[in-house]
């Protein structure tokens, strides 16, 4: 089953559209005249909460349109665009460009195909460090609902109460719920001493190396059950407003030196590991300490934190599964190399049309279309 889902998977990119470009790249997009407001939860009024969250139900209750395998509704489809490419889309050069256009594919289903007019809001995580079971964005009733319960962590209030999921790492479909281990420990790598130290590093491979280990692990960490799954996290809605936050924190350090900073790109395009070259990284370390379980005051997971409640939070290394370069994704990122660039095609499956990074660098530009409030 395992080899069969690689296989299609790795013939998916040729029959979806990843065009071949060479360089140089010259962005297709005009500068857009009307942009969407990007700011925290806690600035929406209660009727704006309200119509993001129906927006993201209107995915969830819709019916599949792009024909990818396993998917029974519109927000699978969503959910298996991060999951077919998470080796070639963290630990690289183009983790932020990739969730900075992810978060556009997200929107622009959102609003071309839910009618959602609102702004696009994140998580301001620094500020419910500490006290994350009472912070608004998990509010039952104008949030995204609290805590799991019982032993597989199911998030049973809010809009999202007993949501199922579907889609494993490895594309097979098993059925589990929406889970949370909220974790305070695990947030508070979110502090802004540690966002301060990413945004003051000076080449864009150190600042891109910092936001995705403390930051980024922050919200996975803090929120747990399907979040800090690398794979299959986007499951859980809170995951767009947790990658908002992380954009914003790139735009911050773009911000530092437009003249420089809205072309600068670089690193490995394939993570370290079994199969993979180049120098990078991966999935990072687990904020906190060692993710199989233990004490929360010493390590991010309450004390009988569950192995899997349908979909492996650890799936490094995944039983059986072939993690080998595939070269659907590879011979198309037209890098022209292993080092990430401009050039590089950034892929959704066809839930949006195919872009490159140096479509989305500038946040305010034609593609995007965003101001960060």
């Known amino acids: 089953m395992i080899a069969s889902s690689l296989i299609a998977l790795g013939a998916l990119p040729l029959t979806l559209g990843l065009p071949s470009v060479k360089p140089p790249y010259e962005r297709r997009y005009e500068e857009?005249?009307?942009?969407?407001?990007?700011?925290?939860?806690?600035?929406?009024?209660?009727?704006?909460?309200?119509?993001?969250?129906?927006?993201?139900?209107?995915?969830?209750?819709?019916?599949?349109?792009?024909?990818?395998?396993?998917?029974?509704?519109?927000?699978?489809?969503?959910?298996?665009?991060?999951?077919?490419?998470?080796?070639?889309?963290?630990?690289?050069?183009?983790?932020?460009?990739?969730?900075?256009?992810?978060?556009?594919?997200?929107?622009?289903?959102?609003?071309?195909?839910?009618?959602?007019?609102?702004?696009?809001p994140y998580w301001d995580e620094p500020a419910d460090i500490g006290n994350i079971?009472?912070?608004?964005?998990?509010?039952?009733?104008?949030?995204?609902?609290?805590n799991g319960t019982g032993a597989a962590g199911c998030v049973t209030d809010g809009p999202f109460a007993n949501l199922t999921l579907r889609l494993q790492a490895d594309l097979t479909t098993e059925e589990y719920c929406l889970s949370r281990y909220f974790n305070d420990r695990a947030l508070a790598q979110a502090a802004k001493v540690y966002v301060d130290e990413c945004v003051a590093k000076d080449k864009f491979t150190d600042a891109?190396?910092?936001l995705e280990g403390r930051p980024h692990g922050a919200g996975h960490g803090g929120v747990s059950g399907t979040m800090i799954n690398p794979f299959t996290s986007p499951g859980d809605?809170?995951?767009?407003?947790?990658?908002?936050?992380?954009?914003?924190?790139?735009?911050?350090w773009q911000s530092g030196n437009l003249s420089t900073r809205l072309t600068e790109i670089g690193g490995n395009n394939t993570q370290r590991g079994p199969g993979?070259?180049?120098?990078?990284?991966?999935?990072?370390?687990?904020?906190?300490?060692?993710p199989s379980g233990g004490d929360n005051s010493t390590l991010p997971f309450p004390p009988g934190f569950p192995t899997t409640n349908g979909s492996n939070p650890f799936p490094f290394p995944f039983p059986g599964l072939n993690r080998t370069l595939n070269k659907a994704f590879t011979d198309y990122f037209n890098d022209g190399g292993n080092v990430t660039t401009l050039n590089h095609t950034l892929w959704s499956a066809g839930l949006m049309e195919n872009v490159t990074i140096a479509d989305v660098m500038d946040p305010r530009g034609g593609f995007v279309c965003a101001e960060y409030l």
């Not at 209750?61 to 959910?79: F, H, I, M, T, V």
């Not at 809605?237 to 735009?251: E, M, Q």
């Open 276 to 290: 993979f070259g180049g120098p990078g990284g991966g999935f990072g370390p687990f904020p906190g300490g060692d």
């Open 208 to 210: 891109w190396n910092c």
């Open 133 to 146: 079971k009472k912070a608004s964005v998990f509010d039952k009733e104008t949030g995204f609902g609290g």
């Open 237 to 252: 809605p809170i995951f767009f407003l947790h990658h908002g936050y992380l954009d914003k924190l790139w735009w911050d």
């Open 32 to 120: 857009c005249t009307t942009r969407t407001k990007h700011m925290p939860w806690t600035n929406l009024t209660s009727a704006e909460k309200l119509d993001y969250l129906n927006a993201d139900l209107c995915l969830i209750s819709s019916p599949p349109k792009s024909n990818l395998p396993g998917a029974k509704n519109r927000w699978d489809e969503l959910q298996y665009v991060h999951i077919a490419q998470t080796d070639y889309v963290h630990g690289v050069g183009a983790f932020l460009p990739f969730h900075r256009y992810y978060m556009k594919v997200h929107e622009y289903l959102l609003r071309t195909e839910c009618n959602y007019t609102g702004p696009l």
